[in-house]
């Protein structure tokens, strides 16, 4: 699947990855690909990705997620 991180400065991960964690704001949760379309705010923590890299972000106090069609948009505010 694909994943963007964008920033209002600036997009700050673009890539295919294997799977994606991010801090809702009822808790982390875990996509995969194919995994069902979903929209859901964040809380301030880590997003963690995993693929041909493993990477551990801490971005901004909150944000939005989106999942369509195998593409995450992360929106860090």
């Known amino acids: 699947m694909y994943l963007e991180i964008v920033s209002p400065e600036a997009t700050l991960?673009?890539?295919?990855v294997t799977?994606?964690?991010v801090p809702g704001i009822n808790g982390e949760f875990q996509m995969l690909k194919d995994h069902a379309p979903i929209v859901s705010l964040l809380?301030?923590?880590k997003v963690k990705i995993s693929g041909n890299?493993?990477?551990e972000r801490e971005?901004?106090?909150?944000g939005t997620i989106e999942l369509k069609n195998n593409k995450v948009i992360v929106l860090a505010d």
């Open 53 to 55: 890299i493993s990477l």
């Open 19 to 21: 799977s994606v964690t």
């Open 13 to 16: 991960f673009a890539g295919d």
């Open 59 to 62: 971005y901004a106090s909150s």
């Open 43 to 45: 809380q301030e923590g």
